[in-house]
């Protein structure tokens, strides 16, 4: 009955391009194998959203800003400073989850929503220092876990009143059931650029 519950509630915001997924998700949660699932539209929906952009915009301001203060040469020195900025300054990017609106009428709300880890990788960065530009590859790999916390029924987010949640919870968290919840990992490249004027 639970699995009825999870299925059916969770079908009813799942349309679109990406409602297989949570399909597939239920489908491995049901399996009890934990693991990581990913899968080629889960990537893509991370590449594609719009809180990915978000993250190249900063990115490309970032070593922008860099470039400028140093007049177009960077050292290795200098990647890390960007990179560490990003990660833990006071202008640090936000991890890029599934979190606007229409996340939840295409189930990536349900399925993934949240970004535990985020992992940035700085493939190639070419300077033009004649007409003072850049452009570059940068490798995203985010991680989630299909699973509930006690803070995702126990707090403010009325979760808990939704029968969806609810069987969800009980299935993964009632020792005679205990569904094991498993990582979600999304792969993906996007290109950088912009100018250092």
Do not use: C
């Not at 400073?81 to 640090?92: C, D, E, P, Q, Y």
């Amino acid at each position: 009955d639970h699995f009825v519950n999870f299925r059916l509630f969770a079908s009813s915001v799942s349309w679109g391009e990406y409602g297989s997924l949570t399909k597939m998700m239920i489908d491995r949660f049901e399996q009890n194998i934990g693991g990581k699932f990913t899968h080629p539209l889960l990537d893509q929906a991370a590449k594609s959203h719009k809180n990915t952009d978000a993250v190249v915009d900063k990115i490309s301001d970032a070593i922008s800003a860099e470039l400028k203060k140093k007049s177009g040469e960077l050292e290795d020195k200098d990647i890390k400073k960007i990179w560490n900025n990003l990660a833990t300054g006071k202008n640090s990017i936000h991890l890029p989850g599934f979190d606007t609106t229409p996340d939840w009428f295409n189930g990536l709300g349900i399925t993934v929503h949240g970004i535990w880890s985020l992992q940035l990788t700085l493939h190639n960065l070419s300077i033009d220092l004649v007409n003072r530009t850049f452009n570059g590859v940068v490798l995203f790999k985010a991680q989630d876990h299909f699973g509930l916390n006690v803070d995702d029924v126990n707090g403010d987010k009325y979760f808990e009143f939704l029968r969806l949640f609810r069987s969800w919870f009980i299935l993964q968290r009632y020792k005679g059931f205990g569904y094991k919840p498993f990582i979600t990992e999304m792969n993906h490249t996007r290109k950088i650029s912009g100018d250092f004027r």
